[in-house]
């Protein structure tokens, strides 16, 4: 009797306990059927398959249809607003670096992409970054989601590397039964963005119904969303030093570089000249407010914002089919294959020259107006240099196309005597290929822009050699000079391609009714699994020259494996006591053996205490590793420039606070710097190495949880779930970033015998201004690195009650996550000197959002508000450096969009929506865009209106 009261009692929870803070699924619906068979059923965060799945690990659980109720047409889109995500790589700031126009990958607890393990039905899935295991989520079926399940925390020991800040697991439907059609479409209320999707679905029984098979199809699109289109976001800001005034920096609107154009800018004598479309020239407007490089307000300033885009170009398309087939009563086949194709264009800045010698001008230059050569004989210079924006050329442009491709077969179900087995192979591949127009060329582009006049009086470039090669001269006098035949001889178009392989084979075995304890019974799970990882590039042979203006790319490849066997157990320790309903222990670890960095072990400890039917708590105790990836250890090392200041010189020192100064001002004279230097050689960019470090070692993570369910039996149909998570890594794995490699050198307090100013290299030149001895950045390694610590814990609250109002039923859904620490410690060893970022952009305090789901008769109605905290723009180590504010404008306030979209189902099948999200029309804050770095919970496409049908049969 003691074994059938216990499950009894877990069976009224089961459902709450298995997922913990369970998103928008239904956490009651269970309770109605007490007196039906307990299931058996399999918790994400374990592998033994419970009697009423009784499990410590807090699960967020998501359900299909909430995934689709809504005008975004990826899943990502949506997943991002949880405050357990954070939106650090969107479609919509997928531009901002080489290669990932178009991704959308997940971001547990903000910590890093590599560090959130993305599996489908448990297993993994091939990555879509080369040398990555970041996953992109446009790949995966958006029809066939039964449910998306959150692991937060590590789960190493479960689910292998790369899980170190937990599991996010797409959970398919397994039998496919009928047709499906839903056709969705949205546009912009104040821009020309808009987007459809198209998907269909069949699936039926065959073979009595021992056989299912099914097959979907989806396709979706998006226009592009220029940044100019809206008014908040293409407003340009400039960023004024302010000494003297009460900040040290003043942010200003309508504002820019005036020393650069589209049409050319250059400064003769000590005036500064622009150049109208026709090639006359003016003498550049600076306005009332202006500094060395800036103006503001009504002046010649340059907007940057007007190559930039809010989203890009997008295209997916997605083929999926299924089999499976009972083999036997007890043993069912499966198959899975996926074939996917996303498509994104995005585009940039056109290349630019900004006191560079390339656009130096000779005075017997060709296309040089009497009116130029006039005002230079007057100022007694025989050359120019032209700061210029190739406008003319067109932006940069960036296709990025992505073929995914994915199979499984296995043989799951129950073997023996109550073990259950699942045995797989998968294959995985993707293909990138990257696609980038208006390359310009150096070489082409120095010898186009020297141009002289023949004997005949025709403008030719001056080096014969070059004329002999095919040069067309190029005029850089006016935005729209360039000629169409200049423009074909210093542009190209260049294409990188990558494969990247993934092999998984893995046999798992679990009972969860090994042998009958006092309490109940134990339950095991045991397994093995080969994993072979391979990525390789192939850049274009042009790109690798150095020779354009886009980076300098070098092709690469690696590739991994590893071995690995873990085992789960389940012991229930006590029951039926005073205050100890249940007492369950559970423990899983995991051996792995890597062809790159040898072996690894992760496990786990987790409790699950039934105090009484209405209170259950929880813990675990974790320890996961995160091996380097491909990337990380064999991308090839290669020349880079970084928009970067030399911290050391007196004009940002005198910025500073003044024991941050003197810190800095010593460990810059250790570094052999002059204590008066000051230097504009950094006004571009400053040159360095990047690349990867194949002395990397693995980093580990502790992970600790501990919380509460809540279900008060005096009140139907009301749960409540808090837990409090914690989370620890240490040998961080870091590509840092050139600036804060500087900084970290130079800011130390223990002076400059740290790891960080390895990674830099001055050397002594003449100053040509007075002939002094300087010491300037000649070389920085920017390079990952095991250097750091983190340390990130918080709360997740999950509040869920649902009620019959009227003739209809509401659900409610509260999920709210409050962030006491984010801290990085740049030298793991030294617990004193850290960086705190809870509280700052990206990393707000409180995150939350709230669901409501009314239906009656054949309507539903959805109302989903996303809230995020108020945060500050900079932190407290920045601040205290200086003795003044940092800036005009420290924080964005607190930000809420709410969405609101409704349904009618018909009796043929058809099913009806209109939806609004943003209906209040909430604005970007100042200065955002909503795709920067921790800008992603701000929305930058503004009220957007969509409607869907969907039909069955």
Known sequence: ?????????????????????????????????????????????????????????????????????????????????????????????????????????????????????????????????????????????????????????????????????????????????????????????DSGYNNQKLSVSYGTNFAEDRGNVAVSVEHAQQARLGMTERDRAGTSWVRFANPDGDTVYEHVPNGGHYRISNGGTTMIGDKYYTFNPDGSMREVNKGDKFDGSYCAGECDYINLKQWEELQPEFDRTTANFKLSYDVTDELTAYGEAKYSVTNATTSGQPAFFFFNPITTISRDNAFLSQEVANAMDAAGEDSITINRFMTDMGPRIEDDKRTTQRYVL????????????????????????????????????????????????????????????????????????????????????????????????????????????????????????????????????????????????????????????????????????????????????????????????????????????????????????????????????????????????????????????????????????AADFDSDYDSSRLPGVSGGNDNLDAETSDSFTAGFVYQPSFIDNLALTVDYWRIEITDVISAISAQTIINRCIDSKTGIDNEYCKLITRATTSNPADGTEVSEITNIQV????????????????????????????????????????????????????????????????????????????WQFNWKTTYTDGVELYSDTTKSQYDKPYSN??????????????TYNFDNGLTLGLGVDNVFDRDLPLMATGNGDGEGAYDNIGRFYYISANFKM
């Open 1 to 189: 009797m003691m074994r059938e009261s216990s499950i009894s009692r877990a069976v009224k929870t089961s459902l709450i306990v298995a997922f913990g803070v369970s998103g928008y699924a239904t956490t009651t619906s269970a309770m109605a059927e007490e007196d039906q068979n307990i299931e058996r059923i399999e918790v994400t965060g374990s592998r033994i398959i419970r009697e009423g799945a009784i499990a410590p690990t807090p699960v967020t659980v998501i359900t299909g249809e909430d995934l689709l109720n809504t005008g975004a047409i990826n899943i990502a889109e949506v997943l991002n607003e949880l405050p357990q995500l954070a939106s650090t790589d969107t479609l919509g700031n997928s531009g901002t670096h080489i290669g990932t126009a178009g991704l959308n990958i997940l971001n547990l607890r903000g910590m890093g992409t590599n560090r959130t393990l993305v599996l489908v039905d448990g297993k993994r899935h091939v990555s879509s970054v080369p040398g990555s295991a970041a996953v992109d989520i446009n790949s995966i079926p958006t029809e066939w989601i039964d449910s998306v399940e959150i692991i937060t925390g590590g789960a190493s020991a479960i689910y292998g590397a790369d899980a170190v800040t937990g599991v996010v697991n797409f959970k398919l439907k397994e039998r496919i039964e009928g047709f499906n059609a839903q056709v969705n479409t949205g546009w912009a209320e």
């Open 410 to 673: 296995g043989i799951k179900g129950e073997v023996g005597d109550g073990w259950d087995l699942d045995a797989y192979t998968l294959y995985g591949e993707t293909e990138h290929k990257r696609t980038n127009y208006n390359n310009l060329i150096y070489s082409n582009f120095k010898n186009s822009v020297d141009a002289v006049f023949d004997a005949d009086g025709n403008i030719v470039c001056r080096d014969e050699e070059a004329r002999a090669n095919g040069c067309v001269a190029t005029n850089l006098f006016g935005n729209g000079s360039v000629s169409a035949a200049a423009r074909d001889y210093i542009s190209t178009t260049t294409v990188g391609t990558s494969t990247i392989d993934q092999f998984v084979a893995g046999v798992s075995l679990a009972n969860s009714a090994l042998w009958e304890l006092p309490a109940g019974y134990v339950g095991v799970a045991t397994g093995i699994e080969y994993r072979r990882e391979a990525s390789e590039t192939e850049e274009d042979p042009f790109i690798a020259t150095g020779d354009t203006f886009f980076n300098t790319l070098l092709s690469e490849s690696g590739k991994f494996n590893v071995k690995e066997v873990f085992a789960e157990v389940s012991v229930p320790v006590l029951a039926d006591l005073p205050g100890i309903q249940m007492l369950t222990v559970d423990g899983a670890v995991r051996y792995a053996d890597y062809s790159s960095i040898g072996d690894a072990t992760s496990w786990k400890v987790g409790l699950d205490w039934a105090i009484f039917d209405d209170l259950r708590i929880r813990s675990t105790l974790t320890t996961a590793i995160r091996a380097p990836n491909i990337n990380e250890l064999y991308s090839a090392q290669s020349g880079n420039f970084y928009s970067a200041k030399d911290s050391c010189k007196v004009s940002e020192l005198d910025k500073l606070a003044p024991e941050a100064r003197a810190i800095r001002a010593a460990n810059c004279a250790a570094l052999g710097v």
């Open 783 to 858: 390079l990952p690195q095991n250097l750091a610590k983190s340390e990130t814990e918080g709360v997740d609250f999950q509040l869920t009650y649902d009620i019959e109002v009227g003739s209809g039923d509401l659900k409610t859904n509260l999920l709210a996550t409050y962030l006491i620490k984010e801290r990085s410690y740049p030298f793991q060893e030294d617990n004193s000197d850290y960086r705190d970022y809870d509280g700052l952009i990206g990393s707000p305090q409180w995150q939350g959002q709230l669901q409501l789901t009314y239906k009656i008769e054949d």
């Open 889 to 902: 404008i420290m924080s964005y306030g607190s930000y809420a969009t709410t969405d609101l979209f409704g």
